[in-house]
């Protein structure tokens, strides 16, 4: 059985998407007229600033078109539904936000991605543009080693603090340290209870029981950590705070920036009530909360199910994600 969907074509869905986000933020966004997946900040580039350039494949809204404005990412580059954009946007995207003082590429550590991105970095090197490549490994379930762990909600504080860096006009190398320095920081786990699906087939993506959940699933789907019985609420975010919270290893008075995730389709109820306790468990930990974000940040088209992202601040990177930045999603200060 087909789930129901408001589209037109599902392979037109992408491409009709664009046209209704930049029709609804014309403020904000823009696209160049031979370009139709790289979407530009409108106030963002400027000359003698590093150029930060977000992308992916779509299905993951707002991630990766609603983090692109003024203080936060310069451009965007726009696969179809969970595919890496071909490496021409990442380069359109580039060369539309150049402001001579380099380009900063981050995106999740998905294989497409990294294929195509590195692609477009050496097609710019050829142009006379330095162009480097910071990956998101956020997701604490997807690999014990940081290194070959995948890209997920923690983008939003990650692309956060590399894009305050650049809007501060610190040079290449900077923006580099301070994304790489973000990045080692964050730390995300995830639940899943129900597939998504997508357009072109609107079928479940993968199979998942009813009454049964899965601990570390990925946005796309990927396997998770553990599968069995849907469990409480309280009893599902205790099973994933004691994961971030050893990973982390933070100490008693430390400060943490917090962001629980729809994946889609779990509404603000269910997040809210999944914070309550991450709060509490944070605060038996004692950890002061700076920050906090709730609602549906990286999403998996109608996929059921949260996740929760800890940023383990210090004093650079609290001033970097309290920045002010104005994106057609996203805005803060």
């Known amino acids: 059985m087909q789930t129901q969907k408001l589209i037109n074509d599902g392979n037109l869905a992408v491409d009709e998407m664009l046209a209704g986000i930049l029709a609804a933020h014309p403020q904000h966004l823009w696209r160049p007229e031979h370009a139709p997946r790289a979407v530009i900040a409108r106030h963002g580039p400027r000359p003698g600033k590093v150029a930060l350039v977000i992308g992916g494949g779509s299905g993951h809204e707002p991630t990766f078109l609603g983090f692109v404005g003024k203080g936060l990412a310069d451009a965007a580059a726009i696969g179809n539904v969970f595919a890496s954009p071909p490496p021409q946007p990442a380069v359109d995207a580039a060369l539309a936000a150049n402001g001579g003082a380099g380009v900063l590429f981050m995106y999740g550590n998905y294989a497409g991605d990294v294929m195509n991105f590195d692609m477009a970095a050496e097609l710019l090197e050829m142009e006379g543009i330095e ?81 049964e959940m899965e601990i570390g699933m990925g946005i796309h789907g990927e396997p998770g950590v553990r599968r ?41 109820m269910e997040l809210y009530i999944l ?6 468990r944070l605060a038996q930990a004692g950890l002061s909360v700076h920050k906090v974000l709730v609602g549906p940040y990286c999403t998996s088209l109608d996929m059921a199910g949260a996740s929760i992202t800890l940023m383990h601040l210090d004093d650079e990177l609290t001033r970097l994600i309290d920045h002010p930045c104005d994106c057609a999603m996203f805005r803060q200060g």
């Open 275 to 280: 914070h309550a306790r991450v709060a509490a």
């Open 131 to 211: 162009a480097r490549t910071v990956l998101t490994t956020d997701d604490i379930a997807s690999s014990p080693v940081r290194e070959k762990r995948r890209g997920v909600a923690g983008n939003v504080f990650i692309f956060k603090a590399a894009g305050a860096a650049a809007d501060l006009m610190l040079p290449l190398d900077e923006v580099e340290r301070i994304a790489r320095h973000a990045n080692a920081r964050t730390f995300t786990m995830g639940v899943a209870l129900s597939s998504c699906s997508l357009p072109q087939t609107r079928r479940p993506s993968f199979d998942l029981p009813p009454g």
């Open 228 to 268: 069995g019985p849907l469990r409480p609420a309280d009893e599902v975010t205790d099973e994933i705070m004691d994961a971030l919270l050893a990973e982390m290893g933070a100490s008693r008075g430390d400060r943490v920036a917090v962001l629980v995730n729809s994946l889609g389709a779990t509404p603000l």
